[in-house]
T-cell receptor, first 111, second 115 residues
Framework: GDSVTQMEGPVTLSEEAFLTINCTYT??????LFWYVQYPGEGLQLLLK?????DKGSNKGFEATYRKETTSFHLEKGSVQVSDSAVYFC??????????FGTGTLLAVQP | DTEVTQTPKHLVMGMTNKKSLKCEQH?????MYWYKQKAKKPPELMFV???????INESVPSRFSPECPNSSLLNLHLHALQPEDSALYLC??????????????FGSGTRLTVV
């Protein structure tokens, strides 16, 4: 069945460092892919999305490209800030008519 | 209005109490969801409503009872809960059950503690 695999955390970076959080997926058909962010004590917010192969989603300096050949949707940011500290979830929307979430990756950015 | 509003934000209840969680959206979305999230884990799907009818029940114990009074409201009735039911309960909505191109919009959640 459909599934999402995310890199284990926590990821600890210094401010202004480059961020990559890996996400790969298994799905039938052509799923939509999402990154959600959850700040402490809050719900999930949609960060960015891509709905077809080679699409690049971007928002707030974060980017991810839908790579069908490698079944990946890695999240990147060129220069992280302390305010980016949160849990990041990769998710897939496919044939099951529900979002499938990865396990989440905790990002901690130190000043 | 692009928000999903959940009330209350925090709830403490005893194991013999009856309480309800409420969720409201005015985006015209026709699918609504209840999730349970434990600390350091991804959200777990509990129930899905599509066009105000229960579409998916992920084998949730009967002490959790969902209700969808109209297209904008979703309730979760709680009765005789156990301490292990303590968690963050998230409501979400989407344009449609099948159209997932836009993802889900989540509320901020209700932090439930069962004592």
């Amino acid at each position: 069945g459909d599934s999402v695999t995310q890199m284990e955390g926590p990821v600890t970076l210094s401010e202004e460092a480059f961020l990559t959080i890996n996400c790969t997926y298994t799905a039938t058909g052509y799923p939509s892919l999402f990154w959600y962010v959850q700040y402490p004590g809050e719900g999930l917010q949609l960060l960015l999305k891509a709905t077809k192969a080679d699409d690049k989603g971007s928002n707030k300096g974060f980017e991810a490209t839908y790579r069908k050949e490698t079944t990946s949707f890695h999240l990147e940011k060129g220069s992280v800030q302390v305010s980016d500290s949160a849990v990041y979830f990769c998710a897939l929307g496919g044939a099951t008519n529900k979002l499938i979430f990865g396990t989440g990756t905790l990002l901690a950015v130190q000043p | 209005d692009t928000e999903v509003t959940q009330t209350p934000k925090h709830l403490v209840m005893g194991m013999t109490n009856k309480k309800s969680l409420k969720c409201e959206q005015h985006m015209g979305h026709r699918a609504m969801y209840w999730y349970k999230q434990k600390a350091k884990k991804p959200p777990e799907l509990m129930f899905v409503y599509s066009y105000e009818k229960l579409s998916i029940n992920e084998s949730v114990p009967s002490r959790f009872s969902p209700e969808c009074p109209n297209s904008s409201l979703l309730n979760l009735h709680l009765h005789a809960l156990q301490p292990e039911d303590s968690a963050l309960y998230l409501c979400a909505s989407s344009q449609d059950l099948v159209v997932l191109n836009y993802g889900y919009t989540f509320g901020s959640g209700t932090r439930l503690t069962v004592v």
